[in-house]
Every structure is written in C-alpha cells, then in structure tokens.
T-cell receptor
Framework: DAKTTQPPSMDCAEGRAANLPCNHSTISGNEYVYWYRQIHSQGPQYIIHGLKNNETNEMASLIITEDRKSSTLILPHATLRDTAVYYCIVRVAYQGGSEKLVFGKGTKLTVNP | DVKVTQSSRYLVKRTGEKVFLECVQDMDHENMFWYRQDPGLGLRLIYFSYDVKMKEKGDIPEGYSVSREKKERFSLILESASTNQTSMYLC???????????FGSGTRLTVV
C-alpha cells in the first residue's frame, strides 16, 4: 500500500520555483521520505531524501513538517528539463535487512516556457 | 556510477510463452527489485531479493517468479505470458545506502 498522497499534476513557469507537496500521515518514526523523478521512457532518478530535518542538495530542497506528516519538494528555478513525474516515497525497512520503496502515483510536473 | 542494466529495451512475446527479463548490476548490491509500471497506477513492486537465492513477494507477485542465482543478476520470469502483463518493467538495486535505489532504463514488454 502506498503511504503517500500527491496531486496528480502541477504546472510551473520556467525560472520559477516549483513546490511539490506530499502527504504521508501514516509514516513511522524511522521511515525516510524519498523523492524520485522519472523523465519519459527512463527509469526513476534519485533527487533527495530526509528523515526529520530540512535538506538541500544541488538539485532540490526538501521541507518536512515538524509532525512529519507532510513534506514539500522545492525546485528553486525550474527549467523545461524538469518536466517529469515526481514521486514522493516512504522507504520501509524490515527486520533482517530487507526493505522496499513504496511508490504512489506521483505528480506530473509540467514546466511551461 | 552504479549501473543497472536490463537486457532488453523492448520485447514482444506471444500469449502463453515463457518470458525471462534479465537485470544485472555492477556494484555488488545486496538488494534487487522488480517493479512494473502502468499508466495511472505508478510503480508497483512485484518481487525483491535481499540476498542470493533469497526472494520476497512484493505487492503484485501473481503470475511472476524470480531467480537470484548470483548476486549481480536478478531475473523476472513470466511462466505463461498473458496480455495483462503488457507493461513497463523496471529493475532496481541498492545496498541500503542513504541515496536510495538505482533503476535500470526499463523493459517495455508487449504480450500479443
């Protein structure tokens, strides 16, 4: 069962910040939130991840609410190449070392010129 | 960079055929996964393996089996292909490191 909820689609103007929301109200204390994106006809690509604190890397920023029930991925200056499906994912770990990524349906982000 | 290679980019098979989808990773990862992706449904986990000869069912294992005889190779098997198994199949691997999974480019399987 997917543990995240995202809007099915969003639009953003080129050069503006894209803010993609995600709800994960049932997340457990030790489960990480991951963001991946998938450009058409390619495999998903890692963007960023976090547990409690806000995170930033060269691609994006991740803002996690204090109660950890939701998060927002921020692409600070969206370009046309950022048009993709963005997945917010909870990384579920099991005893014994196995784990899995549980994907939701993602948000189709379209960056417009 | 970690590479996850799926043997075929496109595949067309007939109903009832036995189909093998191969996935190879080159970074000694312990964990490997098979997902399928369908429009409107996102990625759904079929099977995963956390060690050689070990396998675990994912969310939609029916109609599939897997084989992990060597650490670097994880095969997805469709024992008797059916048209509802027409889909994009994605393989992934990880060593449970913080940066998540590396995915292959996918195999688009059409069963006619």
């Amino acid at each position: 069962d997917a543990k995240t909820t995202q809007p099915p689609s969003m639009d953003c103007a080129e050069g503006r910040a894209a803010n993609l929301p995600c709800n994960h109200s049932t997340i457990s204390g030790n489960e990480y939130v991951y963001w991946y994106r998938q450009i058409h006809s390619q495999g998903p690509q890692y963007i960023i991840h976090g547990l409690k604190n806000n995170e930033t890397n060269e691609m994006a920023s991740l803002i996690i609410t204090e109660d950890r029930k939701s998060s927002t991925l921020i692409l600070p200056h969206a370009t046309l190449r950022d048009t993709a499906v963005y997945y917010c994912i909870v990384r579920v770990a099991y005893q014994g070392g196995s784990e899995k990524l549980v994907f939701g349906k993602g948000t189709k982000l379209t960056v417009n010129p | 960079d970690v590479k996850v290679t799926q043997s075929s980019r496109y595949l067309v098979k007939r109903t009832g055929e036995k189909v093998f989808l191969e996935c190879v990773q080159d970074m000694d990862h312990e964990n490997m996964f098979w997902y399928r992706q369908d429009p409107g449904l996102g990625l759904r986990l079929i099977y995963f393996s956390y060690d050689v000869k070990m396998k675990e069912k994912g969310d939609i294992p029916e109609g599939y089996s897997v084989s992990r005889e060597k650490k670097e190779r994880f095969s997805l098997i469709l024992e008797s292909a059916s048209t509802n198994q027409t889909s994009m199949y994605l393989c992934a691997s990880t060593n449970l490191d913080p940066y998540g999974y590396t995915f292959g480019s996918g195999t688009r399987l059409t069963v006619v």
